[in-house]
C-alpha cells in the first residue's frame, strides 16, 4: 500500500475538510459479511474515515447523499479475455465500469498469439488511458500447444522475462498446456523459470486435472484454475491449496458446481475468487459483467455479502493487490453505490473517490488516442479454392472411407474422437446424409506457410451453409465449418478481404457478418454498435440448426487444442490429452 500522505491524515485527523462524504450508506463489510450502516468519508481518492451513520461530525467540500444505498466494493475481474469481448480496450471499459468492475486481470493471449509482444505491450498502453484499471499478466500459451498448431508468435522465457518488466504487468496468465507442466517440457520449464525469477502470480489452466498430476502440476507453479467441471474436482482442488478461479462466461459456468462444494464446508476457503473468462459484447450489456457473476453466485445459493467479498477482497488478495478490494480506511475509494443487492445495478460507480458511470453510462470522456496494431490487416492465407475444405479421397477408394472425426459432447465444450463413414460419390468423399456432420477445416492465416488442417464433425447442428471465424482459439486461424464447400469459401474469402472475424454464408450469399479488424479478434465499435451485428449472426447460426443458447460460443473452441479430447487445428486433428495428430483416415 501506497505510503499515507500528509493530507489524507489531516482529513482523518479533522484538520482540513474530507474532498467528499456520503452520509447514510449501507455499507457491504467483506471483512466480517455484515452490512453496516455508515456515514463514508473519501479523501485523496482514498477511503478515510468510516463511522456509524449519524455518530461522527464530518466536514466536507462535498456531500451527496448516500440514501440508503448499498456501498459495495469495486469488483476485480480475476481472469478475462479483453479480445473475448470484441471490444477493444477502450471500449470494454465503456461497457465493464457501469457495472461496477473497477479492476480487471487479463491475459491478451488471443492478441498476442497473432500480433506477439506487440499486442501484450498493445493492450497494456490501452489500458492506461481508461478509469477501469487494467492489469496484465504476460501470456504464457503463444501458442497454446507448439507442435500441433501455428500461431503467429511464439513466447519462451525471454519473451516472457522482458513482458514481465512492463508497467501495468502483474503476473503470468493461464498455462494451458498442463501436460507440458506436468511432463516439464522444456519451453515451459523455461517460461515458469522466468516468472518465478521475478517473483509473480502464476495463474494456472488444468481442466479435470486430478490426483498425482494435480500435485505435479501445483508443484510447477501454477496455482490457480477456472475450469473445474464437478464437485469432487472443485473440492479437491480447494483442499491442494488451489485457487479456484469460479468463472460465469458467455458460454459456460462453475459456480454453481462451487454453490454447492460451499454449503458442506464449514467455512468460506480464502483461495476462492470469481472471474467471466470469456464474455461477448451483447452478454456485456443486456445481463452485465462482475455484478452478473455475483448475482448468479446469489442465485445459486451463496449470501449476497459472501458473493460480494470473494468478487472484490478475495479478487484483490490473489494479486497482491492490497490498496484495494473493501470499503476500509487507506484502500482506494472504489466503489459502486445500488439499491438492490440481488439485482446489482449500479447507481452510480466511483474510481479512486471520482465518480465515473452513472445509470448505466460513463460519466467521464475516454481519450481518443488510437494505435497501430489497431489499423493493420492481419489474416494472410494461401490462396483459397474450394477443395480446401474437404477431404480429399485416398488413392483406389472406392467403397466409404473410415475418417477421424470430432463428436461434440453433451457437456459444454467438451469434445470426443469418433470415426465416421464417408461415402464415395463421383470419385470424391461426400458428407453422410445425417445433418449433424459438417466439413470443418482450419486455414493457416498468420503468412507463415498457408497449410489446412481438415476433419469431419459430428453433433454441431448445422444443416446447410457454412459459418467460418477468425475467432478460434488461441492461435485464431482461419476456422471454418460447413455443408456446402462453395459457402466454405465464400465464408473464408470474406474475412480473408475484411480483416477477420465471423460470418455465416447460405447458398452463395452472406447472411450475416460480424467484422473484427483488429487482429481479426476485435472490432474498432462501441459495444453498443456492435451487439445488434452480433444478434444477427446468433439468430442466423440458430435458424441454421446450432440450438445452443450461444450458438457462435459453441463453435469458437473448436480449435483450441488444450480442452478434451479432440481439437481441429491447421496441423489436423489433434489427440489433446497425448498431444500428437491424428492420421486423416482410420
Known amino acids: 500500500m501506497a505510503a499515507v500522505s500528509e493530507g ?76 473475448s469481448t470484441m471490444l477493444t480496450p477502450r471500449h470494454f471499459a465503456a461497457a465493464a465500469l457501469p457495472h461496477g468492475t473497477t479492476t480487471v486481470i487479463i491475459d491478451p493471449h488471443e492478441l498476442a498469439n497473432v500480433a506477439g509482444m506487440e499486442a501484450v505491450r498493445y493492450m497494456a498502453a490501452a489500458g492506461q488511458d481508461v478509469p477501469l484499471d487494467i492489469l ?206 440481488t439485482a446489482l445495478q449500479p447507481h452510480a460507480v466511483y474510481v479512486e473517490g471520482r465518480q465515473v458511470a452513472a445509470a448505466g453510462r460513463l460519466t467521464v470522456p475516454l481519450p481518443q488516442r488510437t494505435h497501430a496494431i489497431e489499423q493493420r490487416h492481419t489474416v494472410k492465407t494461401a490462396p483459397l479454392h474450394r477443395q480446401l475444405f474437404t477431404i480429399p479421397k485416398p488413392q483406389n477408394a472406392n467403397g466409404a472411407v473410415a475418417v477421424h472425426a470430432m463428436q461434440i459432447s453433451s457437456i459444454p465444450l467438451l469434445t470426443e474422437h469418433t470415426v465416421i463413414q464417408l461415402p464415395v460419390h463421383n470419385g470424391s468423399l461426400q458428407l453422410p446424409p445425417q445433418d449433424d456432420v459438417v466439413w470443418a477445416a482450419v486455414l493457416e492465416r498468420h503468412g507463415k506457410h498457408g497449410g489446412v488442417g481438415r476433419t469431419v464433425i459430428a453433433g454441431l447442428g448445422l444443416t446447410a451453409g457454412a459459418l467460418a471465424t477468425t475467432v478460434a482459439h488461441d492461435s485464431h486461424n482461419l476456422l471454418v465449418v460447413g455443408r456446402c464447400a462453395a459457402d466454405m469459401e465464400l465464408a473464408a474469402q470474406t474475412l480473408v478481404d475484411c480483416g477477420g472475424g465471423a460470418v455465416y454464408c447460405r447458398d452463395g450469399e452472406i447472411v450475416a457478418l460480424v467484422e473484427l479488424p483488429v487482429g481479426g479478434l476485435m472490432s474498432r465499435l462501441t459495444a453498443w454498435e456492435l451487439s445488434p451485428r452480433l444478434d444477427v449472426l446468433q439468430q442466423a447460426l440458430r435458424d441454421a440448426g446450432i440450438l445452443q443458447a450461444d450458438p457462435l460460443m459453441a463453435f469458437l473452441p473448436l480449435a483450441l487444442p488444450v480442452i478434451p479430447e479432440v481439437r481441429i487445428t491447421d496441423k489436423g486433428l489433434v489427440d489433446v490429452v497425448q498431444q500428437t495428430l491424428y492420421p486423416v483416415y482410420a
Open 8 to 83: 489524507l491524515n489531516a482529513a482523518i485527523r479533522g484538520q482540513i475538510p474530507f474532498d467528499l462524504v456520503l452520509p447514510n450508506v449501507n455499507v457491504v463489510n467483506v471483512y466480517t459479511e455484515e452490512i453496516l450502516a455508515m456515514d463514508v468519508a473519501i479523501h485523496e481518492g482514498r477511503f478515510a474515515h468510516l463511522a456509524a451513520a449519524g455518530q461522527d461530525t464530518m466536514d466536507a467540500v462535498e456531500v451527496r447523499p448516500g440514501d440508503g444505498a448499498y456501498l459495495v466494493p469495486g469488483f476485480v475481474d480475476c481472469h478475462l479475455h479483453i479480445e
Open 136 to 341: 496484465v499478466e504476460v501470456p504464457s500459451s503463444v501458442p497454446a500447444v507448439p507442435g500441433v498448431e501455428t500461431a503467429g508468435a511464439a513466447f519462451g522465457g525471454a519473451e516472457v522475462a522482458e513482458l514481465l518488466q512492463e508497467p501495468k504487468v502483474i503476473g503470468l496468465a493461464e498455462v494451458m498446456d498442463f501436460p507440458g507442466v506436468i511432463r516439464r517440457s522444456p519451453r515451459i520449464q523455461e517460461v515458469l523459470a522466468a516468472a518465478k525469477a521475478h517473483g509473480t502470480v502464476i495463474s494456472g489452466h488444468a481442466p479435470m486435472v486430478a490426483g498425482r498430476e494435480l500435485s505435479a502440476y501445483l508443484v510447477a507453479g501454477p496455482d490457480s484454475d477456472h475450469e473445474t467441471m464437478t464437485k469432487d474436482e472443485v473440492l479437491e482442488k480447494l483442499r491442494a491449496g488451489m485457487v479456484l478461479e469460479a468463472r460465469r462466461s458467455s458460454h459456460s459456468e462453475n459456480i454453481s458446481l462451487l454453490a454447492a462444494v460451499l454449503q458442506d464446508l464449514p467455512t468460506l476457503p480464502p483461495n476462492v475468487v470469481f472471474c467471466t473468462d470469456d464474455v461477448l459484447p451483447n452478454d456485456l450489456i443486456r445481463r452485465g459483467h462482475m455484478n452478473e457473476v455475483v448475482r448468479f453466485a446469489v442465485a445459486q445459493g451463496i449470501s449476497p455479502a459472501r458473493a460480494i467479498r470473494i468478487a472484490s477482497l478475495h479478487g484483490a488478495q490473489r494479486f497482491r493487490l492490497w490498496d484495494r478490494g473493501a470499503a476500509a480506511p487507506g484502500l482506494r475509494a472504489d466503489f459502486s453505490l445500488v439499491y438492490d443487492l
